[in-house]
C-alpha cells in the first residue's frame, strides 16, 4: 500500500504519519506539505532516514498537485492538510477558503483511484445545544470561515462520489489535543503561557464546552475509516466528554502547580460556538472504534511534552512573548 498523506508536518497529520509507519509494516508514506506557520519539517525529523518515508513540498491548492499525484499514483489519498485556527479564519478567510475548499477541489480533480479520505471537523454542525449530539446526517451549521470552508471541502467530496463515483470517505473528529500541537490553540496555548507564569487569556466566561479527544486515538479512527469505512461515507470521532474551558484551564495550572491567579477572562472570540459534541456509534458499530486514552491521563502526558521540549515550542510564540522568556528565565529551566 502507497499513502498520499498532505499535512503531515501538522499537529494531527505527524501523529498519523507515525501511526501508519508503526502499525502497518508494509505501508509506504508519501507526506506531501507546503509547511505553513504551522507545518514544521522538525516535527517528523526522527523520520527523516526511515526507508518507507518521503517528504515532497507542495501546495495542494497548486498546480504542482497533478504531476505529483500523476508520478506517485498512491493507493489512497488522505488528507490533513487544511488552515486549521477559528481565530485567524475571523481575520482573514480567504487561505482557508483558498486551502480548506479549492485544495480540496484540486486533490479530487488530480487524484487518479482509489481512496480520498477528507477528514473534516465536528466544527462543521455549528454549536449544538441542550444535550443534543450532532450524528452524521445532522444539518450542516458551520458558524466560523473556518468551519465553512470545511463544510464546503465536504460538500465537494460527495459530490465528487456523486457526480463521478470516486471513493470517498469523511471522517469528522471533536477538538484534538496532545504533543506537536500548534501554541495558538486552547490547551498548548495555556501550557505555554502557564510554564512562564504568563497571564492565560480565557474567552468571555470560558464555559464554553469541546469534546477533547488525544490526537492518537482520532489518527485510530481515520486509520479505521480508510480500511473499514464504507464509500461515500462521514463517521464523527470524539471521546464523549465536553468540560468547560476553565476546567481545563484550572486542570492544566494544577498540573503545573500554578495559581489560578494567573487566569484572565478577556473579550470572548466573535461567533463563539458554545458547544460542540458528535454522536459516535456509527463509527463504534461499523469501524469497531473507541477512544483508548482519558482525559485525566492524556492531559498529564501533554503537559510534561511541553514542559520537557521549550526549544520546539519556544520559537513558535511571538517576539513579545520571547522577550518575556529570556527576561524572565534567561534560557533557564522551565520547572
Ligand atoms: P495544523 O494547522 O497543525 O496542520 C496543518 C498542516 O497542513 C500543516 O502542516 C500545514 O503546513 C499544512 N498545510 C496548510 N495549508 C497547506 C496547503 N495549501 N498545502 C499543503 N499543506 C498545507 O492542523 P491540525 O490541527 O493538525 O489539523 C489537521 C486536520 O484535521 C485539518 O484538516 C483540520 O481541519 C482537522 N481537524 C483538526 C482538529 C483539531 O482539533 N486540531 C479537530 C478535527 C479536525
Ligand atoms: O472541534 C474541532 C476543531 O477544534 C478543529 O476543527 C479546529 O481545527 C481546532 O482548532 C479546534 O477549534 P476550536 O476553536 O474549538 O479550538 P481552540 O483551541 O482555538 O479553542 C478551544 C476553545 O477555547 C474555544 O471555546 C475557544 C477557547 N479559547 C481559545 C483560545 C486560543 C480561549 O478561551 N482562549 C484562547 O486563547
Known amino acids: 500500500m502507497k499513502l498520499l498523506v498532505t499535512g503531515g508536518c501538522g499537529f494531527i497529520g505527524s501523529h498519523f504519519v507515525r501511526e501508519i509507519l508503526a502499525t502497518r509494516a508494509k505501508w509506504r508514506v508519501v507526506n506531501v506539505d507546503g509547511l505553513t506557520y504551522a507545518g514544521r519539517g522538525r516535527n517528523l525529523d526522527d523520520l527523516a532516514r526511515h526507508p518507507r518515508y518521503r517528504f515532497v513540498r507542495a501546495d495542494i491548492a497548486g498546480a504542482a498537485m497533478a504531476p505529483i499525484l500523476a508520478r506517485e499514483r498512491p493507493d489512497a489519498i488522505v488528507n490533513f492538510a487544511a488552515e486549521s485556527h477559528v481565530d485567524r479564519s ?36 455549528g454549536s449544538i445545544p441542550g444535550r443534543r449530539r450532532a450524528r452524521e446526517d445532522a444539518p450542516l451549521r458551520p458558524s466560523s470561515a473556518y468551519s465553512a470552508s470545511k463544510a464546503a471541502a465536504d460538500l465537494l467530496v460527495l459530490a465528487a462520489r456523486h457526480t463521478h463515483g470516486q471513493d470517498v470517505v469523511i471522517t469528522r473528529c471533536t477538538n484534538n489535543y496532545g504533543p506537536w500541537q500548534f501554541p495558538e490553540k486552547l490547551i498548548p496555548l495555556m501550557i505555554t503561557n502557564a510554564l512562564v507564569g504568563h497571564p492565560l487569556p ?20 481515520v486509520l479505521a475509516a480508510l480500511e473499514r469505512g464504507r464509500p461515500g461515507e462521514i463517521y464523527n470521532f470524539g471521546a464523549g466528554i465536553e468540560p468547560p474551558n476553565l476546567v481545563i484551564v484550572r486542570n492544566i495550572l494544577r498540573l503545573l502547580g500554578k495559581p489560578t491567579s494567573l487566569i484572565r477572562h478577556v473579550a470572548d472570540r466573535l461567533g463563539h460556538d458554545r458547544r460542540y459534541a458528535v454522536d459516535t456509534a456509527k463509527a463504534r458499530r461499523e469501524l469497531g472504534w473507541r477512544p483508548r486514552i482519558g482525559l485525566a491521563d492524556g492531559l498529564a502526558e501533554t503537559v510534561r511534552w511541553y514542559r520537557d521540549h521549550p526549544a520546539w515550542w519556544l520559537r513558535l510564540k511571538d517576539a513579545a512573548f520571547r522577550a518575556y522568556y529570556r527576561r524572565n528565565y534567561g534560557g533557564g529551566a522551565l520547572r
Do not use: K, M
Open 90 to 125: 475571523i481575520h482573514g478567510a480567504a487561505p482557508f477558503l483558498r486551502t480548506n475548499a479549492l485544495g480540496v477541489q484540486n486533490l479530487l480533480d488530480a487524484a487518479r483511484g482509489g481512496r480520498f479520505l477528507q477528514v473534516s471537523t465536528d466544527e462543521v454542525y
Open 202 to 221: 480565557v474567552y468571555g466566561d470560558g464555559l464554553q464546552r469541546r469534546d477533547w479527544i488525544h490526537a492518537r486515538d482520532h489518527c485510530r479512527g
